[in-house]
């Protein structure tokens, strides 16, 4: 069974940091084409965050560029989100996503960062 397990959410000071991570299990790591993550502020959709290919090629919502660092420990089957300089704005829900060579995609259950003073 396919199962992605978000860790790391809490709450933080504006210009805090936080680290997410998520570890995937129930699936080869060669099946797995990106690692990444998403995020759903209260009242709007679900926008990405960043995202990694297997072939370590990174994207990044032009909101979290020079502040966010997505990386893959390849091995562990698990994907990190190391977020600096934490603003009120990135409040959201943060999700791990998968997709697969094969198509399709997974979710995880999602974290809570909330960025307060």
């Known amino acids: 069974q396919v199962r992605l397990v978000e860790s790391g959410g809490g709450w933080v000071h504006p210009g805090g940091s936080l680290t997410l991570s998520c570890a995937a299990s129930g699936m080869l790591p060669t099946s797995i084409y990106v690692m990444g993550w998403y995020r759903r502020a209260p009242g709007k959709q679900r926008e990405l965050v960043a995202t990694?290919?297997?072939?370590?090629?990174?994207n990044y919502a032009d909101s979290v560029k020079g502040r966010f660092t997505i990386s893959r420990d390849y091995a562990k089957n698990t994907v990190h989100l190391q977020m600096n300089s934490l603003k009120p704005e990135d409040t959201a829900v943060y999700y791990c996503n998968v997709e697969y060579y094969r198509g399709g995609s997974s979710w995880g259950q999602g974290t809570q960062v909330t960025v307060s003073s």
């Open positions: 990694m290919t297997s072939g370590t090629s990174t």
